[in-house]
């Protein structure tokens, strides 16, 4: 028996848990991240107060109202995050992700259609412009969370220091691997801590596709870092 009739023979419910997913049957949704952007409501009125979208030429196009610092790759931290929740009613954060439709099963979301989904603090921080991604999504467009994340870079260096990271995390990573990512005539550069397999799989000037983790310390603290080199961009419950 092959795949798709042993997929047709399962129970919608079985379906569902395996895919990880309430909106969407197998296989879940994937595409890469075109847009993140952050949006405060206070009584009537949105304000879009961080945002990197694609623009007409593919590049990121970069706007923020609060953060004169920002960068592509900005990150909002728990104390800033803190300050925006006393200062507006709500906070919510926005993905954009152009699809790749669904491996053959089932064209929905289409080939190229781009969809808006909303998402957790952690899980925007987790996400980059240009990053393909393999989506867990919920109801009313949202993102529960990434069966996978993959993004390139240029390995500009790499570093046995760790020494950003709670204690309890250091002896996982031998080291960190600062990353240059090119979007165009844009570049920004990153800092993560990498697993062995990615640590010594890989040299300075070297342009490499990582699979990224995300991960929380023992008192609290979210990060991502680089576990594995040329990962596999589909996905199968078998």
Not at 29 to 35: A, D, H, M
Not at 42 to 47: C, I, L, T, Y
């Amino acid at each position: 028996m092959d795949r798709r009739s042993i997929i047709k023979t399962l129970p919608v419910s079985l379906i569902l848990l395996l895919s990880g997913c309430s909106g969407h049957p197998l296989p879940p949704p994937k595409g890469t991240v075109i847009g993140r952007t952050i949006v405060a409501q206070r009584e009537d009125s949105n304000v879009r107060i961080f945002s990197v979208n694609q623009d007409e030429s593919g590049n990121p196009l970069l706007k923020s109202s609060e953060f004169t610092a920002a960068d592509l790759g900005f990150v909002l931290d728990n104390s800033t995050y803190g300050a925006l929740t006393e200062q507006y009613d709500e906070v919510t954060f926005y993905v954009t992700i152009r699809h790749e439709g669904y491996d053959g099963l089932r064209k929905s979301p289409a080939e190229g259609e781009i969809i808006h989904y909303s998402t957790e603090k952690v899980l925007f921080n987790s996400t980059q412009f240009g990053d393909f991604v393999i989506v867990r999504t919920g109801l009313s467009n949202s993102i529960r969370g990434f069966h996978r994340i993959v993004r390139s870079g240029e390995v500009v260096r790499k570093s046995e220091q760790v020494s950003d990271i709670d204690d309890s995390a250091v002896p996982e990573f031998p080291g960190y691997i600062v990353l240059q990512h090119e979007f165009e005539t844009v570049s920004s550069r990153r800092r993560y801590p990498a697993t062995q397999t990615a640590y010594s799989n890989v040299e300075r000037d070297q342009r490499v596709v990582f699979g990224i983790e995300r991960e929380t310390t023992q008192s609290g603290t979210n990060y991502v870092y680089l576990d594995s080199v040329d990962p596999s961009r589909s996905w199968s419950f078998f």
